[in-house]
T-cell receptor, first 113, second 116 residues
Framework: SQKIEQNSEALNIQEGKTATLTCNYT??????LQWYRQDPGRGPVFLLL?????KEKRKERLKVTFDTTLKQSLFHITASQPADSATYLC????????????FGTGTQLKVEL | GAVVSQHPSRVICKSGTSVKIECRSL??????MFWYRQFPKQSLMLMAT?????????EQGVEKDKFLINHASLTLSTLTVTSAHPEDSSFYIC????????????FGEGSRLTVL
């Protein structure tokens, strides 16, 4: 069965450093992959989408890579700030497209002063 | 733009009662809405897909008689947890797609249900 893995342990980094979060998947060929931010007790907020034929996407301090051979996406936040502290979820779109996403469990990021 | 509002944000009820959660798209029309539940430190689990004017499509293992979903208009979908039990306590979240799907889902703020 399909499986999405995100590091369950919290990632603690210092302000100003680059945070890198990993999303690995198995038994799946997503047409696209998304990253969301979720704050405690709130719904997720969309950050970036990357399609299966794209290698990299950027948006301000955010960068996403997508390696369909390794079945992995990396999510980078450069010049991290305490306000970036949150849980980050990756979500896979179904093969061939469509709107039904499958979510990972998320990785909690803590940016310390 | 693209704001989705959920109400109530928190609800506490007694076992055996029914609870209704509303999901509204405030500034767009949503032909499709999704309902999820999320347990602490776990992923969002899709419960059902709600299409305006038609019956919801439930995921495997989700009891449709337990979790009633109604999508009566292009801006409102409701989830009713019937005869709630403590094991139904969870964080329920809706999301909506504005018109043609571009890849982005817009989520509500979530509703925390506690069944005593």
């Amino acid at each position: 069965s399909q499986k999405i893995e995100q590091n369950s342990e919290a990632l603690n980094i210092q302000e100003g450093k680059t945070a890198t979060l990993t999303c690995n998947y198995t038994n799946y060929s997503p047409a696209y992959l998304q990253w969301y931010r979720q704050d405690p007790g709130r719904g997720p907020v969309f950050l970036l989408l990357i399609r299966e034929n794209e290698k990299e996407k950027r948006k301000e301090r955010l960068k996403v890579t997508f390696d369909t051979t390794l079945k992995q996406s990396l999510f980078h936040i450069t010049a991290s700030q305490p306000a970036d502290s949150a849980t980050y979820l990756c979500a896979l779109g179904p093969p061939g497209g469509g709107n039904k996403l499958t979510f990972g469990t998320g990785t909690q990021l803590k940016v310390e002063l | 733009g693209a704001v989705v509002s959920q109400h109530p944000s928190r609800v506490i009820c007694k076992s055996g009662t029914s609870v209704k959660i509303e999901c509204r798209s405030l500034d767009f029309q949503a032909t499709t809405m999704f309902w999820y539940r999320q347990f602490p430190k776990q992923s969002l689990m899709l419960m059902a897909t709600s299409n305006e004017g038609s019956k919801a499509t439930y995921e495997q293992g989700v009891e449709k008689d337990k979790f009633l979903i109604n999508h009566a208009s292009l801006t409102l979908s409701t989830l009713t947890v019937t005869s709630a039990h403590p094991e139904d306590s969870s964080f329920y979240i809706c999301s909506a797609i504005p018109g043609q799907y571009t890849g982005e889902l817009f989520f509500g703020e979530g509703s925390r249900l506690t069944v005593l």
